[in-house]
Nanobody
Framework: VQLQESGPVLVKPSQTLALTCTVS??????????WTWIRQPPGKGLDWIGY???????YYSPLVQSRTSISRDTSKNQFTLQLNSVTPEDTAVYYC????????????WGQGTQVTVSS
């Protein structure tokens, strides 16, 4: 299983951050996995953003819920993060990952992509 993030590395304040995770080795519709976005701001710990599950249902962290959307394209085996109205506080390394529900563990990660919010 491999996950690979892609998207712009620099976003201006108030704009939308959009990242895509391309998954290989397993279908994102396979039971029972949550396809997850996680970020790590500089000098801080990991923040869970949200996920889209095998059925297409989504769940978001309350901290970003009002400006976050996660969607998927099953024909391309991809899932996408959109974070609206970004500020410099959204600067972070963004990771896509797979959460294995049966074992309650994040078992596969993308390599991460640095996104900087700056004018």
């Amino acid at each position: 299983v491999q996950l690979q993030e892609s998207g712009p590395v620099l976003v201006k304040p108030s704009q939308t951050l959009a990242l895509t995770c391309t998954v290989s080795g397993v279908s994102i519709t396979t039971n029972f996995y949550y396809w997850t976005w996680i970020r790590q701001p500089p000098g801080k710990g990991l923040d869970w953003i949200g996920y889209i599950d095998y059925s297409g249902s989504t769940y978001y962290s309350p901290l970003v819920q009002s400006r976050t959307s996660i969607s998927r394209d099953t024909s391309k085996n991809q899932f996408t993060l959109q974070l609206n109205s970004v500020t410099p506080e959204d600067t972070a390394v963004y990771y896509c990952a797979r959460y294995d529900v049966a074992n309650s563990v994040v078992d596969y990660w993308g390599q991460g992509t640095q996104v900087t919010v700056s004018s």
